[in-house]
């Protein structure tokens, strides 16, 4: 694999950056692979790479019905940041953030990872109560997190209007550590390291079924034919709930649109991520000057890849309450992606009914945070055929047991 460092952006300069070299294949499908992953998106190709990287298992294929990262990786706003309550999330997202910190380094790929850090207001006595109780949880668990008063509030961010009437800042957490990173980056760079590895990412080919003999998956077949396989994992986010009744099973997920929107470009002027949970609006500024904005879920379920007005006008109402300096900026895009919300807001990263057949889904509205230490604790559950202690809560069984890990009242909207 080519090294990306200063001395090849030199050299490649003085031929107009005309000898670059491909950053992944495009090969036919292997008959047989010991490891399919259905979904290209960071998840997958993450699971992928730590499969190759940790577990030395390369004969792997992901398969893409689009192009890769085109799902919900290549749609976020790419906030980063590990400040859950329960003490199962705090430790899942944190390893997540851990290793977002050295992914740059670890794939040779500039995933453009900014820890300017994330704020998560709070309106209310209720959200006031909320942040204490979170911050308290997150120090007890090793994860930075602080207090904020408005008028610390008000120093970082001076052009907030705390005193608004409608949804007036009464304090917030903060999480240093917390940040943004390049979406399309993260999909890129690991799809580079894992095709240097062998492992083959097989795009524009659709999953259609899953081959079974008994209860043991055994394949899958494609648009490009049957593909045998040891184990099958499925990472397909907004479709999990449609591959797992391919499969002959049922989840407890549903799959909402969800929306962002990016506004025309400005100078520098927002240096941290600024989250409003109670009011579904969240705002960060990309290295180009845009505003990223993120809006809430549309409440009922669809697999369109777009949202209803009314979400984004409510967003935009709440953008302008609080930020009155943002009331004459144009917005530029507005775009949806589907994401699959289990009952108690967290992921399922399991075995499931079907022999040898995995499935890591409803990471909804928050888990391109969790790209890194979901591919990291997927790869061991693949290449083991048992959890990582990280995600044995996360299972499949939890809806079952009851055993839920509830973050849906604990983090109101996950982000
Ligand atoms: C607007 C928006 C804002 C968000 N903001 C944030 C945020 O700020 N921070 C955060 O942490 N999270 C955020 N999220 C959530 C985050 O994007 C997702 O949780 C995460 O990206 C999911 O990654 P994934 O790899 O599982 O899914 P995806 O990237 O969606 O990948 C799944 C892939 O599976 C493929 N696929 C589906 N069916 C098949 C099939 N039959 N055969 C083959 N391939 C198939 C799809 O084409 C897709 O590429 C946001 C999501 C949206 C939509």
Not at 11 to 34: A, C, F, L
Not at 60 to 66: D, F, L, P, S
Request: a neutral charge; proline letters at 4%; aromatic letters at 8%.
């Amino acid at each position: 694999m080519q090294n990306f460092s200063i001395f090849s952006l030199l050299r490649n300069s003085m031929t107009y950056h005309e000898n670059w070299q491909q950053h992944w294949r495009s090969p036919v499908p292997k008959k047989q692979y010991d490891v399919i992953i259905v979904g290209a998106g960071g998840h997958g190709l993450a699971t992928a790479y730590y499969l190759g990287k940790v577990h030395g298992i390369t004969n792997v294929a992901v398969i893409e019905k689009g192009w890769l990262g085109g799902g919900n990786t290549g749609r976020n706003t790419t906030i980063v940041r590990s400040n859950y309550l329960w003490d199962e999330s705090a430790h899942l997202y944190e390893k997540s953030l851990k290793l977002w910190e050295g992914l740059t380094k670890d794939i040779n790929y500039n995933v453009m990872f900014s820890q300017r850090g994330v704020m998560n207001l709070a309106h209310s006595l209720g959200d006031m109560r909320e942040v204490q109780r979170r911050v308290t949880a997150n120090n007890l668990n090793g994860v930075d997190a602080v207090i904020l008063t408005p008028e610390e509030i008000s120093q970082r961010v001076p052009f907030m209007k705390i005193n608004n009437t409608r949804y007036p800042v009464m304090g917030a957490s903060f999480q240093p550590r917390g940040g943004v990173a390049r979406h399309d980056a993260v999909a890129w760079g690991y799809a580079r390291a894992c095709d240097a590895m062998g492992i083959d990412i097989i795009q524009n080919c659709e999953v259609l079924n899953f081959l079974k003999d008994g209860d043991t998956v055994t394949g899958v077949e494609t648009t490009k034919g049957q593909i045998m396989a040891s184990k099958v994992g499925i990472v397909t986010a907004g479709h999990s709930g449609v591959m797992a009744e391919k499969a002959g099973f049922r989840l407890p997920i549903e799959s909402h649109p969800l929306q962002a929107l990016v506004s025309e470009p400005l100078k520098p002027l927002v240096d941290t991520v600024i989250m409003s949970n109670a009011v579904h609006a969240y705002v960060s500024q990309s290295d180009k000057g845009e505003l990223v904005i993120g809006a809430g879920i549309d409440s009922y379920v669809g697999y369109g890849q777009r949202g209803s007005f009314q979400v984004i006008e409510h967003t935009m109402e709440a953008i302008c309450e609080l930020y009155p300096i943002f009331r004459r900026v144009r917005m530029m895009r507005q775009w949806g992606g589907i994401v699959d919300t289990a009952p108690d807001a967290c992921p399922i990263i399991s075995k499931t009914p079907v022999r040898n057949l995995f499935i890591n889904c409803g990471w909804g509205t928050g888990g391109f945070k969790a790209t890194t230490g979901s591919g990291w604790v997927f790869a061991h559950t693949l290449a083991t055929g048992e959890p990582h202690d990280l995600n044995a809560a996360f299972s499949l069984d939890r809806f079952v047991t009851g055993k839920l890990i509830d973050e849906h009242g604990a983090a109101g909207v996950a982000h």
